[in-house]
């Protein structure tokens, strides 16, 4: 597994350095890791007195003095890696690099804002998901997860982006532990519709408790099964749980108290739309600070 990690010297980065390093079975599998810091390009004129050779020194010295503390770190728990010292805009350098490198996988420490607030994850990490089209772990909340066994749950709604997000569980196992319990997450409406006239005065049907139950079973069934069968010809099993109501809401209280991670799979706008994840994954993570694994498909 090929891994990029963006830091600049915060707290942030701290916390995702302390998560690489707790995960033994990741280790164990030799991971590509990669330590990037993106320091803001000198203006052209002092860059063009000082010379091509001193600016890049000058990148160079300000990245080790981020880079070094984290490499020695996860040496000590047994992951080798390379660092890269670049310049420039943060997001845009941060997802040329991962293409560069075909990463599997970059993870990022952010604060994260509440829904009410301009941006969920702060400004960075925001740009690099409208950025790029590599899956991000974002890792927010007072602590990052310790522990090689993850409980992780994967949101699925039948969709190829839910689907998305299982393949990319299943071909790195490893980043989730060696028995990390995983969970198929799924939402049904709740297709409760209260009578009530319509503009022509005429009532609208409601479903009995037992036509409710029939037809979540199969809204349940329907999104499932496909995982299900992906997790079968793994030679893998995972839990099934079905909630009710509003998805964002609902998967963001049961990853709260439940799980250690959370892979959501997404469209991923462009950088020229409003929205980056979709309206669930904005939801999810504007409800909850579960560590969220941004998959597109």
Same mark, same amino acid.
């Given at each position: 597994?090929?891994?990029?990690?963006?830091?600049?010297?915060?707290?942030?980065?701290? *916390?995702?350095?302390?998560?690489?390093?707790?995960?033994?079975?990741?280790?164990?599998?030799?991971?590509?890791?990669?330590?990037?810091?993106?320091?803001?390009?000198?203006?052209?004129?002092?860059?063009?007195?000082?010379?091509? %050779?001193?600016?890049?020194?000058?990148?160079?010295? +300000?990245? +080790? $003095?981020?880079?070094?503390?984290?490499?020695?770190?996860?040496?000590?728990?047994?992951?080798?890696?390379?660092?890269?010292?670049?310049?420039? $805009?943060?997001? &845009?350098?941060?997802? %040329?690099?991962?293409?560069?490198?075909?990463?599997?996988?970059?993870?990022?420490?952010?604060?994260?804002?509440?829904?009410?607030?301009?941006?969920?994850?702060?400004?960075?990490?925001?740009?690099?998901?409208?950025?790029?089209?590599?899956?991000?772990?974002?890792?927010?909340?007072? !602590?990052?997860? !310790?522990?090689?066994?993850?409980?992780?749950?994967?949101?699925?709604?039948?969709?190829?982006?839910?689907?998305?997000?299982?393949?990319?569980?299943?071909?790195?196992?490893?980043?989730?532990?060696?028995?990390?319990?995983?969970?198929?997450?799924? &939402?049904?409406?709740?297709?409760?519709?209260?009578?009530?006239?319509?503009?022509?005065?005429?009532?609208?049907?409601?479903?009995? /408790?037992?036509?409710? *139950?029939?037809? %979540?079973?199969?809204?349940? /069934?329907?999104?499932?099964?496909?995982?299900?069968?992906?997790?079968?010809?793994?030679?893998?099993?995972?839990? +099934?749980?079905?909630?009710?109501?509003?998805?964002?809401?609902?998967?963001?209280?049961?990853?709260?108290?439940?799980?250690?991670?959370?892979?959501?799979?997404?469209?991923?706008?462009?950088?020229?739309?409003?929205?980056?994840?979709?309206?669930?994954?904005?939801?999810?993570?504007?409800?909850?600070?579960?560590?969220?694994?941004?998959?597109?498909?």
């Amino acid at each position: 597994m090929k891994i990029l990690v963006p830091l600049d010297g915060s707290e942030y980065g701290r *916390k995702v350095v302390g998560f690489l390093a707790s995960r033994s079975t990741l280790i164990g599998a030799e991971p590509e890791v990669h330590l990037l810091n993106v320091q803001p390009a000198l203006p052209g004129q002092a860059a063009a007195q000082l010379g091509r %050779q001193t600016t890049r020194r000058i990148y160079e010295s +300000e990245a +080790e $003095h981020v880079l070094a503390p984290a490499s020695k770190a996860l040496a000590k728990a047994g992951l080798a890696v390379e660092m890269h010292a670049e310049s420039g $805009h943060p997001a &845009v350098r941060i997802a %040329q690099i991962a293409d560069d490198l075909k990463a599997d996988l970059i993870v990022i420490g952010a604060h994260g804002y509440s829904e009410f607030k301009g941006l969920l994850f702060g400004s960075v990490t925001h740009r690099v998901l409208a950025q790029s089209k590599r899956p991000v772990l974002v890792l927010r909340g007072a !602590r990052a997860p !310790r522990g090689d066994r993850l409980r992780t749950g994967i949101a699925i709604d039948g969709s190829k982006y839910g689907l998305a997000a299982v393949k990319f569980a299943l071909r790195h196992r490893s980043l989730f532990g060696a028995d990390a319990r995983m969970t198929l997450l799924h &939402v049904v409406p709740d297709f409760v519709t209260p009578v009530m006239a319509d503009l022509g005065g005429v009532a609208m049907p409601t479903f009995s /408790e037992q036509e409710i *139950k029939v037809l %979540q079973d199969k809204d349940f /069934e329907n999104a499932v099964a496909p995982a299900r069968r992906l997790f079968e010809k793994a030679g893998a099993s995972a839990d +099934e749980v079905r909630l009710a109501g509003m998805a964002g809401d609902e998967i963001a209280a049961y990853a709260k108290k439940n799980l250690d991670v959370l892979l959501v799979g997404s469209h991923g706008y462009g950088r020229f739309k409003t929205a980056v994840l979709g309206s669930v994954a904005t939801r999810i993570a504007a409800r909850c600070d579960t560590p969220l694994l941004i998959v597109r498909a």
